[in-house]
């Protein structure tokens, strides 16, 4: 049974940092893909950064949100089978609650599109605030 558990949501400054973790279970993670996904309040769910099936990130295909770039960076450790948000310079506007999803055959041209993605973590909120 494929799981997905997040973990390292919490307040803090604006400008500071946090690294989200995604431990997962259930399945071989180099190969599915893995997408960090959030929802802000009364907002559709949007993709952050999601990583094409592979060993290491940079053996596949990576996308990254506009807003994010420079700023927030994907790892995977297979062996902990876990993939980490590293998220820097936080922004008021990153405020939310932050999933991680996995699927098996997500198309490289829709690889952060959340209706790919069948399986998913319970969310970890990320708050933003002075």
């Known amino acids: 049974q494929v799981q997905l558990v997040e973990s390292g949501g919490g307040l803090v400054q604006p400008g500071e940092s946090l690294r989200l973790s995604c431990l997962a279970s259930g399945f071989r993670l180099d190969a599915y893909a893995i997408g960090w996904f959030r929802q802000a309040p009364g907002k559709n769910r949007e993709g952050v950064i999601c990583i094409s099936p592979g060993i290491s990130v940079g053996d596949g295909n990576t996308f990254y949100q506009d807003d994010v770039k420079g700023r927030f960076t994907v790892s995977r450790d297979n062996d902990k089978s876990t993939v980490y948000l590293q998220m820097n310079s936080l922004k008021a506007e990153d405020t939310a609650v932050y999933y991680c999803?996995?699927?098996?055959?997500?198309?490289?041209?829709?690889?952060?599109?959340?209706?790919?993605?069948?399986?998913w973590g319970q969310g970890t909120q990320v708050t933003v605030s002075s």
């Open positions: 999803a996995a699927d098996p055959d997500v198309p490289i041209q829709v690889l952060c599109g959340p209706y790919e993605y069948h399986h």
